[in-house]
């Protein structure tokens, strides 16, 4: 058998004369930027130290521990108990569970999500793979957006968040199960299958069942994790920054504080295991705005709208998010008027 040996380099070239830096040279990695952090707050120790003595920043520091304090157990737990349904709870269970008619396989599929714990980052890889597993992309869409919205834990958070408000579990429970089965049956009757793309295989499926398990937690936890952070900043920036009087001016007009704190859950993004401690903190809106903070959260944020583009495709999501938008103001303003 010939065998042909690849040209070696030459001098010629002068390809290696100079050979390209190595990019991992000039590359901050962890422990460096650690180090260089740490060492930039030890030389500014006491400007820090006078400015965390402001009245303000202890102001701040407070509500800021708080609601980290009070959200992560349910944020812990939520991700593990998401963990251990997308990784050892096959897909063709929900398959052979959900009723072969459509149109009742949506309110079934929404209902689900009462006794299935999992943040909305687990929804979209698990209703990606219902979809691959046959699924009608209506069930499938209900339960998206039913499962991060009432599940147990969620429930129990809002509970612990809300404990002189027991209606809005029940208010959260209501709107968001109705945003979710309206879409599903609307996605039965104007979607289009040229707009959904088949879901391609989670990362995690061929792996084992610990591999894929550990996996899904460090995923969650930091994705989840970081996005509560950026949540308690916003909180404790609001209270303790924004001046009292806009808090006000926004909270007193009905309309402009469901719109504004709809807008917040969107860009805030937080986990829906730690969003009732966020919403709790807002004392300055009514119950009905921060209702709807509950409800839109966990069916559409900047990053829910990154991950269906990604699961499902540009032209679904553009259309989908604006309409889920849309649908879950309008039913938590309307269940708010009725039940709060």
Same mark, same amino acid.
């Given at each position: 058998?010939?065998?042909?040996?690849?040209?070696?380099?030459?001098?010629?070239?002068?390809?290696?004369?100079?050979?390209?830096?190595?990019?991992?040279?000039?590359?901050?990695?962890?422990?460096?930027?650690?180090?260089?952090?740490?060492?930039?707050?030890?030389?500014?120790?006491?400007?820090?130290?006078?400015?965390?003595?402001?009245?303000?920043?202890?102001?701040?520091?407070?509500?800021?521990?708080?609601?980290?304090?009070?959200?992560?157990?349910?944020?812990?737990?939520?991700? +593990? /108990? !998401? &963990?251990?349904?997308?990784?050892?709870?096959?897909?063709?269970?929900? =398959?052979? $569970?959900? #009723?072969? *008619? @459509?149109?009742?396989?949506?309110?079934?599929?929404?209902?689900?999500?009462?006794?299935?714990?999992?943040?909305?980052?687990?929804?979209?890889?698990?209703?990606?793979?219902?979809?691959?597993?046959?699924?009608?992309?209506?069930?499938?869409?209900?339960? +998206? /957006? !039913? &499962?991060?919205?009432?599940?147990?834990?969620?429930?129990?958070?809002? =509970?612990? $968040?809300? #404990?002189? *408000? @027991?209606?809005?579990?029940?208010?959260?429970?209501?709107?968001?199960?109705?945003?979710?089965?309206?879409?599903?049956?609307?996605?039965?009757?104007?979607?289009?299958?040229?707009?959904?793309?088949?879901?391609?295989?989670?990362?995690?499926?061929?792996?084992?069942?610990? &591999?894929?398990?550990?996996?899904?937690?460090?995923?969650?936890?930091?994705?989840?994790?970081?996005?509560?952070?950026?949540?308690?900043?916003?909180?404790?920036?609001?209270?303790?920054?924004?001046?009292?009087?806009?808090?006000?001016?926004?909270?007193?007009?009905?309309?402009?504080?469901?719109?504004?704190?709809?807008?917040?859950?969107?860009?805030?993004?937080?986990?829906?295991?730690?969003?009732?401690?966020?919403?709790?903190?807002?004392?300055?809106?009514?119950?009905?705005?921060?209702?709807?903070?509950?409800?839109?959260?966990?069916?559409?944020?900047?990053?829910?709208?990154?991950?269906?583009?990604?699961?499902?495709?540009?032209?679904?999501?553009?259309?989908?998010?604006?309409?889920?938008?849309?649908?879950?103001?309008?039913?938590?303003?309307?269940?708010?008027?009725?039940?709060?």
């Amino acid at each position: 058998m010939a065998v042909t040996k690849a040209p070696p380099r030459t001098r010629d070239t002068g390809e290696d004369r100079h050979p390209a830096p190595d990019p991992q040279a000039r590359r901050l990695n962890s422990p460096l930027t650690l180090t260089l952090l740490m060492l930039l707050v030890v030389l500014c120790q006491g400007p820090i130290r006078e400015a965390l003595g402001a009245p303000v920043m202890q102001s701040w520091m407070t509500v800021f521990v708080a609601v980290l304090v009070q959200a992560l157990p349910f944020l812990v737990l939520g991700v +593990l /108990l !998401s &963990a251990a349904i997308a990784v050892f709870v096959p897909p063709s269970f929900f =398959a052979r $569970a959900l #009723p072969k *008619n @459509p149109t009742l396989a949506v309110p079934v599929a929404g209902v689900a999500g009462v006794v299935l714990p999992g943040c909305e980052c687990a929804s979209v890889p698990v209703a990606g793979a219902l979809v691959r597993r046959g699924v009608t992309p209506a069930a499938a869409l209900a339960f +998206l /957006l !039913s &499962a991060p919205a009432i599940n147990p834990i969620v429930l129990t958070a809002t =509970a612990v $968040a809300f #404990p002189r *408000n @027991p209606e809005m579990v029940v208010g959260r429970l209501v709107a968001s199960l109705l945003v979710a089965c309206v879409m599903g049956w609307l996605w039965l009757r104007l979607g289009r299958t040229d707009l959904l793309k088949t879901p391609a295989r989670h990362a995690y499926e061929g792996q084992g069942k610990g &591999a894929a398990f550990w996996g899904s937690v460090r995923h969650d936890v930091m994705h989840a994790g970081g996005f509560l952070v950026v949540g308690a900043m916003a909180a404790a920036t609001l209270k303790a920054v924004v001046p009292q009087t806009w808090l006000r001016t926004a909270a007193e007009n009905p309309v402009i504080a469901v719109l504004a704190l709809a807008a917040l859950a969107v860009v805030l993004s937080i986990c829906s295991e730690a969003d009732a401690f966020v919403a709790a903190s807002l004392t300055q809106f009514s119950l009905t705005a921060r209702l709807t903070f509950l409800v839109v959260g966990p069916m559409i944020d900047l990053k829910l709208f990154a991950m269906q583009t990604g699961t499902f495709g540009r032209a679904f999501a553009l259309r989908f998010a604006p309409a889920t938008l849309a649908l879950a103001i309008v039913v938590s303003v309307l269940t708010g008027l009725v039940m709060l």
